[in-house]
């Protein structure tokens, strides 16, 4: 794995996408737990997003970030519960409100998938 840095970082963010009490207690109340300074869903979705090709390309980190198409897949999948549910609520609500949304059962599904696939790679 070329940057096993980014995958671990994938990971810490797979982590607190797939944890409600987790973004509840460290992105809401900001409460966050030992060796966490600081937080919030915006973080995850510039990291997907804007600061990899997770989120428009993921089959262009095979061998980088992800493994193989059964990670990029997974990845994928959260990905788009996240675009479906911006592009329906738009971009400015709070971490409060979004992890409140009825949708966002589905975000923690696919977040928890993509955790397990790429675990299962470890």
Known sequence: ???????????GYLKGLSDREYQKRCWVLKN??????NDELDYVV???????QLGT????????ILKD???VEAIKS???ELDSIFEKYG???SDDDYINLPEWTNVIKKAENALGA?????
């Open 91 to 93: 971009y400015d609500l």
């Open 69 to 71: 198409d059964v990670e």
């Open 46 to 52: 510039h990291f997907l997003f804007d600061d990899t």
């Open 57 to 64: 390309n993921p089959e262009s980190l095979i061998g980088y």
């Open 1 to 11: 794995m070329r940057y096993q840095n980014m995958r671990n970082e994938l990971i």
């Open 78 to 80: 959260i990905c788009y």
């Open 118 to 122: 790429i675990k299962k790679n470890a």
């Open 32 to 37: 966050c737990p030992n060796g966490v300074e």
